[in-house]
């Protein structure tokens, strides 16, 4: 059973810090892109960030540029995402994906399987 279980997200405060972590388990992602979309409240899902598998890679949506940095430890099996300078629009049910096809890194469709979400919030 393939599985991404996100932890780490939270209440916090505008200005400040969460880490997210995605573990991976009943497979390892050998050769797969990793990456986060999120999704607010009676909005589509968007793209956040993603990560290639030898990390050579990274790609950000505009709205986070220098405040996301998405990270991965492949002996760990596990995807981070380090967030700060927080916005209350960051506000979101962060998702975990992988996938290994080919295309656009901010399709949603492109990604195999998926993680259950992990609620941020950010007060202002």
């Known amino acids: 059973q393939v599985q991404l279980a996100e932890s780490g997200g939270g209440l916090v405060q505008a200005g400040g810090s969460l880490r997210l972590s995605c573990a991976a388990s009943?497979?390892?992602?050998?050769?797969?892109?990793m990456g986060w979309f999120r999704q607010a409240p009676g909005k589509e899902r968007e793209f956040v960030a993603a990560?290639?598998?030898?990390?050579?890679?990274?790609y950000y949506t505009d709205s986070v540029k220098g405040r996301f940095t998405i990270s991965r430890d492949n002996a760990k099996n596990t995807v981070y995402l380090q967030m700060n300078s927080l916005k209350p629009e960051d506000t979101a049910v962060y998702y975990c994906?992988?996938?290994?096809?080919?295309?656009?890194?901010?399709?949603?469709?492109?990604?195999?399987?998926w993680g259950q979400g992990n609620q941020v919030t950010v007060s202002s």
């Open positions: 994906t992988a996938g290994d096809s080919a295309g656009t890194v901010s399709s949603a469709g492109l990604y195999d399987y």
């Open positions: 990560i290639s598998w030898r990390t050579v890679y990274t």
């Open positions: 009943g497979r390892t992602f050998i050769g797969y892109r």
